[in-house]
């Protein structure tokens, strides 16, 4: 048995245990960059958190997943259903969309068409003025929602285009206030 004054022999395992974890790097996970935004992303990103920032809340962080979600959304509605407004109702992510009688909307239009409602949006008692909706409006800026992807598809025939952001969390709570 090793027998030095200083050291025993658990002792001296349990040190170089502890010397080598000290000393060794741990593995760094070497994820890829995220990929750049593309320009209407980055546009549909800073609309969204210009209009948050206007009343205190947290940006949001544009999400591939919500990105590529919205995208095929936007794709069906176009190519199966004409156009039309798509049923979010069964989402499990927060939604907005804009049909617009008009070939191309840039992504900062639609937000903006959105954040118009914030003129009907009352703070202090969470409502919205009677006869106006402003559900739009408080999905833009729901300060528990982190995430944003949004797509745009036009509509030749129709003569219109149709843009869907997805938000996840979602907002529009019954019960809770925006921001």
């Known amino acids: 048995m090793f027998h030095h004054p200083l050291f025993s022999l658990p002792s001296l395992a349990t040190l ?3 010397s080598h974890a000290a000393t060794s ?3 760094v996970s070497q994820l890829p960059p995220p990929p750049p935004l593309s320009g209407a ?3 549909f990103l800073e609309a969204h958190n210009e ?3 206007a009343v205190g809340v947290e940006p949001l962080s544009w999400s591939e997943k919500l990105g590529n979600a919205t995208s095929l959304m936007v794709r069906y ?3 199966q259903k004409g156009c039309e407004f798509a049923n979010l109702t069964a989402s499990k992510y927060g939604g907005n969309q804009l049909w617009a009688g008009v070939m191309a909307v840039t992504p900062r239009v639609a937000v903006e068409e959105w954040v118009k409602e914030k003129d009907f949006y009352i703070h202090a008692n969470n409502t ?3 006869k106006h909706d402003c559900g739009v409006y408080t999905q833009v800026v729901w300060r528990k ?3 944003l992807g949004c797509a745009q598809a036009t509509c030749v025939k129709e003569q ?3 843009t869907i952001c997805f938000y996840d969390p979602p907002g529009n709570v019954i019960g809770e206030s925006p921001y």
């Open 77 to 79: 509605q176009r190519n």
């Open 25 to 27: 790097p741990e593995p």
């Open 51 to 53: 209009a948050r920032a």
């Open 128 to 130: 919205c003025v009677s």
């Open 16 to 18: 170089l245990v502890l």
């Open 41 to 43: 992303a980055r546009e």
């Open 145 to 147: 929602s982190t995430q």
């Open 160 to 162: 219109a285009s149709l």
